[in-house]
């Protein structure tokens, strides 16, 4: 699987983004997904995942409230809304699959357990 996240910009603090992450490969449906994010100097942490199917999802408690993950797997893509950013929320956004297909994926935010990293895309949030 190769991914391609996209969506990123400039924002000002308080604002919205939607980030897009596209899957190639007919077996998007049998990964779980996750999206990561690392800001200079910081190591990469998570940030949200999803299940294959969309039905279990997990977020980092930083982002719990105004962050939305989503999957479309008609269109191999999985999604991040992010609402209210703050300043904090610099960083180069990744998304990646979750271990092997047809692995369930029951909440590990633990980057080793992912792979297939995209290039990233860049949020930077300003005051």
């Known amino acids: 699987v190769q991914l391609q996240a996209s969506g990123g910009g400039l924002v000002q603090a308080g604002g919205s983004l939607r980030l897009s992450c596209a899957a190639s490969?007919?077996?998007?449906?049998?990964?779980?997904m996750g999206w990561f994010r690392q800001a200079p100097g910081k190591e990469r942490e998570f940030v949200a995942g999803i299940s294959r199917s969309g039905g279990r999802i997990y977020y980092a408690e930083s982002v719990k409230g105004r962050f939305t993950i989503s999957r479309d797997n008609a269109k191999n893509t999985v999604y991040l809304q992010m609402n209210s950013l703050k300043l904090e929320d610099t960083a180069n956004y990744y998304c990646?699959?979750?271990?092997?297909?047809?692995?369930?994926?029951?909440?590990?935010?633990?980057?080793?357990?992912?792979?297939?990293w995209g290039q990233g895309t860049q949020v930077t949030v300003s005051s």
């Open positions: 490969g007919r077996t998007f449906s049998s990964y779980g």
């Open positions: 990646a699959v979750y271990r092997d297909a047809g692995s369930p994926y029951w909440g590990s935010q633990v980057p080793p357990d992912f792979g297939s």
